[in-house]
């Protein structure tokens, strides 16, 4: 097996799945990454949308989850375009649109792809549920 297909390979217990957390909140990205780690995913951490197109475009990782919140801070570029500019790379990964700004109505309109959407705040069990349900 590569080392890009062993980071999805398997789920807990096993070798660990890799997952994409995005929001230009640090703070956010770090709870996060701290309820995922808990429940045995690996989680790589982004505070913008450009380093995570940047890893995804050099093919070395291929996280089976993106998490990303809708407002990145940007004027050109939210999280619906980060995801479907990110499936443009990797079109398996599964992804969820988190927010606390805008409900679900704001993926009506939009080409990209999302599994699941997730309002914000959202305790950690939710998260955790939500992810483990998108990855089984």
Known sequence: MSQSNAAQASGEGGSKTLIFVVDDAPMLVEFAAM????????????????????????????PA?????????????????????????YPEMKAVLASGTVDGSVMLHHAAKVDRFLNKPYPPAQLKALVAELLK
């Open 35 to 62: 309820v995922l780690q808990s429940a045995g995913w690996e989680v790589k951490q982004f505070t913008e949308p450009g380093p995570v197109l940047k890893a995804l475009g050099e093919g070395g990782l291929r």
């Open 65 to 89: 989850l993106l998490l990303t919140d809708y407002d990145l801070g940007l004027r050109a570029m939210n999280g619906l375009d980060l995801i479907l500019n990110s499936h443009k790379i």
